[in-house]
């Protein structure tokens, strides 16, 4: 049966009629259609550009579809109904298509720098192997490729890139190459520099960007995924590591403190932003409203332009077309505008996946 759904239309912002027909949204009137909507605020479901459904809590691989799935639902019924996840030591294409999941965006394993990451969560392999793993990642997952662009190297006590400068541009070619998109993950000032320079698609994290990066990457269009929420940990991480490194620790902290600021000079810039937590492992899923309200408070995004980076940008961005003649049937409700208090995105009153109910 045909859902028809009535409620003021964002990013368009007025009262707008739509029908959801299966899995596909249109604006000509159904005959016969069930009215589930009638008021509020109708959103095209939110998006957590960077998480790891394949990553347990703790850090540990998943062992199972089934948790996957679990993990998967815990942003479902957070409102989020579009999801890149941003590297799985799990393979699940699978539930590319399961019908009570969010849409997926996947990249294969992280490419990592041997014995310079997350235990058994990357293919670590040697400058000579990075292209080939490269162009091997990317047909493990379904449009994107994880880079590492740096980590701690406990030889020299900080934080340091991966590999060479020569590798890792070629590995962003390789990529391309392979029909990928690739996306980075960086903390330091000189890792980052070489991946934007490289044309790399989207910096996960990115503390160490410059006003410089900032702005090649508006001219680019390359793509910033602040995840907020786990830069807040590194307070943490720098008292763990102090009595060994302390110049690292101190590295980070500074990192962190200055985040804002960065975020808010790539808002200013016009770099496109987008909501991500980097659920899995350390941090939780079905925090991703919690991400739009940091954006909002310490980096200071509008609250419209907050809304765009969780919701419509956010999807266009990764291929899931959102509330159009002949987009995807996925929708969230709020009773309140978000606009005006962002806090509202904590609770849909109304949540649509593929054109099904969920709540």
């Known amino acids: 049966m045909a859902l028809h759904v009535r409620g003021v239309l964002l990013p368009d912002d007025e009262v707008r009629d739509l029908w959801l027909v299966g899995d596909r949204v249109t604006f000509e009137p159904v005959h016969g259609a069930e009215t589930v909507v009638d008021g509020g605020f109708v959103l095209p479901g939110l998006t957590d550009a960077h998480c790891h459904i394949g990553i347990a809590r703790g850090g540990a691989p998943i062992t199972s579809l089934d948790q996957a799935r679990e993990l998967a639902r815990v942003d479902r019924d957070a409102g989020v109904l579009a999801i890149r996840d ?26 990592a720098p041997p014995k310079r990451y997350l235990r058994d969560i990357g293919v670590e392999v040697g400058a000579g192997e990075v292209a080939a793993t490269v162009a091997e990642q990317a047909g493990a997952g379904n449009g994107w490729v994880k880079l590492v662009g740096d980590w701690i190297d406990r030889g020299i006590g900080d934080l340091a890139p991966a590999w060479d400068e020569e590798t890792m ?90 985040f804002p600021e960065v975020v808010r000079s790539a808002y200013e810039a016009g770099v496109p932003i987008y909501v991500g937590t980097d659920a899995g492992g350390g941090i939780d899923h079905g925090l991703a409203a ?46 309140e505008d978000p606009r005006r208090d962002l806090r509202i995105v904590r609770t849909p009153a109304r949540i649509i996946l593929r054109g099904h109910i969920l709540r």
């Open 86 to 111: 941003a590297g799985s030591p799990y393979p699940y294409p699978e539930l590319d298509d399961e019908p009570d999941l969010p849409r997926l965006a996947r990249a294969g394993r992280h490419v």
């Open 169 to 258: 541009t070629a590995a962003v070619e390789a990529a391309h190459a392979a029909g990928a998109r690739a996306a980075v993950h960086t903390f330091s000032e000189s890792a980052v520099e070489i991946m934007v320079r490289a044309g790399v698609d989207s910096v996960e994290h990115g503390t160490g960007l410059s006003l410089d990066l900032i702005d090649l990457m508006a001219r680019q269009g390359t793509a910033l995924v602040p995840t907020m929420i786990n830069i807040r940990t590194f307070g943490g991480i720098a008292d763990q590591a102090r009595a060994k490194f302390p110049g690292y620790a101190d590295h980070m902290l500074a990192l962190r403190d200055r």
């Open 290 to 335: 919690e991400e739009m309200l940091l954006l909002h408070e310490q980096a200071g995004l509008a609250p419209v332009d907050v809304l765009a980076a969780a919701s419509w940008r956010a999807r266009e961005w990764l291929g899931f077309p959102g509330l159009v003649e002949g987009g995807l049937a996925d929708l969230t409700v709020y009773p």
